[in-house]
């Protein structure tokens, strides 16, 4: 009999950063939709960049700067491990040949990283710093709510 997995309890201070995440796995279900759906890849990639400009790379700086070094240095198994993934999903988003081949890497990528920092790394993160660190990183994260104008819905 398996038992069912709890929701994880995130500190109030990270929620805003575990927000970013949900709209991150919501851009790889649109990639997946898409895929699925036969949608022009040029279609697709326009709007991953628009999300990778907007909404990935300010969530990894904010990580980079402020969270990941609660762990100690950079090399931290954990914060060594974000890090690698981070530049590799840079990578993913800087390709621009091979769409399809790229856009499910991106889907498949981005999925498997915010799932570590969720259950592994911000796990270890709340267990290491102080209450007053953590909302730093929430100060620091100027919750602006997320605002999608992106008429092209080739998810649908």
Not at 72 to 97: C, I, N, Q, T, Y
Not at 119 to 139: C, G, H, K, Y
């Amino acid at each position: 009999m398996m038992e069912n997995a709890k929701p994880l309890k995130r500190y109030p201070s990270l929620q805003p950063l575990s927000r970013d995440h949900h709209h991150g796995l919501l851009l790889c279900w649109k990639i997946r939709t898409g895929l699925s759906k036969g949608a022009a890849p040029e279609r697709m990639k326009a709007y991953a960049d628009w999300f990778f400009a907007e909404q990935l790379l300010p969530h990894f700086e904010l990580e980079e700067r402020y969270a990941f070094p609660l762990l100690g240095d950079k090399e931290h198994p954990m914060v060594k491990r974000a890090l690698r993934e981070h530049r590799r999903l840079k990578r993913l988003f800087a390709a621009s040949d091979d769409l399809d081949k790229h856009l499910s890497l991106i889907e498949e990528e981005l999925t498997a990283h915010i799932r570590y920092e969720e259950r592994v790394l911000f796990t270890e993160l709340q267990s290491v710093a102080t209450p007053e660190q953590l909302s730093e990183i929430e100060r620091l994260h100027h919750g602006q709510p997320f605002v999608e104008e992106w008429e092209d819905r080739f998810w649908e």
